[in-house]
């Protein structure tokens, strides 16, 4: 209940981040990844960062999601100040809002796909009765109904990741971040995977962020933001909207 009472005005950005900087040592050398970043991303859109390998994309995301704390600057996550809350608090506020979805997957080798979604929803505390709703509502969302007792071993490396999208999705979080989610996937998995995660932005107003260093995703995102060695380059939004050109996932 008090979720709502701190849900951002419509007006507010769901994620931004001001004059965030992070910096990293190891031994004597103290390695600036995030230099002074601002930035502002809102509900409903899928926002792909690019960028080379080490720019600081991974650690913006997990920054963004309350994961690593800042060195300096503020990060404002659905109308709450992260820095203000403590860690029970920031636990308790990603397990609610935020999804994630890995390059690897992150899927346990025993657990079919339908109790790969199922798992965390009991350890939200959620019914057995609603999380079993939920587990199957998300599988089919993801083109995956037909294959909800199959494991990991079983399946293709789209569909896992397919399981990896459904058990994010299931918690419905407003926020939903993606790293590097099609690294490990051809080009047409690819494709369907970023689909699927803008139709989820768009049909569940959910604010969803995706890295990644791979080209071929910038057609399909609503807005593209280029980073290089801890600063956003460009940011630009699609001229049209954004169509799926893959119908249902096969
Ligand atoms: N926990 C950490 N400790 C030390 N250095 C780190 C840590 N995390 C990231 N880095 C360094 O920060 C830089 C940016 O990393 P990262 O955010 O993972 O970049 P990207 O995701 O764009 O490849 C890299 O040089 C990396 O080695
Ligand atoms: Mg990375």
């Known amino acids: 209940m008090h979720q709502q009472a701190n849900a951002p005005a419509p007006s507010q950005p769901a994620l931004r981040a001001i004059g965030v900087s992070k910096s990293f040592v190891s031994g004597n050398l103290r390695t600036q990844v995030l230099k002074d970043l601002t930035l502002d991303l809102d509900a409903g859109e899928l926002t792909l960062i690019s960028g080379p390998s080490g720019c600081g994309k991974s650690t913006l995301l997990s920054i963004l999601s309350g994961l690593q704390k800042v060195d300096s600057g503020r990060v404002q996550a659905l109308g709450r100040e992260l820095g203000e809350l403590d860690l029970r608090a920031l636990e308790r506020f990603r397990l609610q809002n935020t999804g994630f979805v890995f390059q690897g997957f992150n899927l346990f080798p025993a657990l079919s796909a339908f109790e790969q979604v199922e798992l965390p929803l009991n350890h939200m505390g959620m019914s057995r009765d609603e999380a079993r709703r939920r587990a199957r509502l998300s599988l089919e969302e993801v083109g995956l109904a037909h294959r909800m007792r199959l494991r990991p071993a079983e399946l293709s490396g789209g569909e896992k990741q397919r399981v990896a999208i459904a058990r994010a999705l299931a918690k419905e979080p407003q926020l939903l971040f993606a790293d590097e989610p099609t690294?490990?996937?051809?080009?047409?998995?690819?494709?369907?995977?970023?689909?699927?995660?803008?139709?989820?932005?768009?049909?569940h107003g959910t604010t969803v962020l995706c890295v990644s260093h791979d080209p071929r995703l910038v057609t399909h995102a609503d807005r593209v933001l280029v980073m290089e060695d801890g600063r956003i380059l460009s940011d630009r939004r699609s001229a049209a909207p954004v169509i799926d050109s893959h119908g249902t996932p096969s």
């Not at 690294?183 to 049909?203: F, K, P, V, Y």
Request: proline share 0%.
């Open 183 to 203: 690294s490990a996937l051809d080009s047409a998995n690819g494709q369907m995977i970023i689909d699927i995660l803008h139709r989820i932005a768009r049909t």
